[in-house]
């Protein structure tokens, strides 16, 4: 049974920093796609960034330049690093198993809200 539980969300000001970690069991991260993904209230489930078994990464053109996507296939944990963040990016956000589309996804994490303050 596959299990993702994100951490790190919290309240920021406006271009601050934060890191989110999505803690995944029951899957080895390294031979799967793994994505993380955030809704805001109102809004459709947006995919922010997805990293490939091979390493690539993909982002959304909002968060390009300022998030990055990576992994640590020893702790089997997938991390979000969110710089420069604007009032737009406050969300809660998910990981996401096989997911380049939300349609492909496979299992959610139970979300982490992240608020940025202007």
């Known amino acids: 049974q596959v299990h993702l539980v994100e951490s790190g969300g919290g309240l920021v000001q406006a271009g601050g920093s934060l890191r989110l970690s999505c803690a995944a069991s029951?899957?080895?991260?390294?031979?799967?796609?793994m994505a993380w993904y955030r809704q805001a209230p109102g809004k459709q489930r947006e995919r922010v960034a997805f990293?490939?078994?091979?390493?690539?990464?993909n982002y959304a053109d909002s968060v390009k330049g300022r998030f990055t996507i990576s992994r640590d296939n020893v702790k089997n944990t997938v991390y979000l690093q969110m710089n420069s963040l604007i009032s737009e990016d406050t969300s809660v956000y998910y990981c996401a198993l096989g997911g380049t589309t939300s349609s492909l996804v496979r299992a959610w994490g139970q979300g982490t809200q992240v608020a940025v303050s202007s």
């Open positions: 990293i490939l078994s091979g390493g690539s990464t």
């Open positions: 029951g899957i080895i991260i390294q031979n799967n796609v």
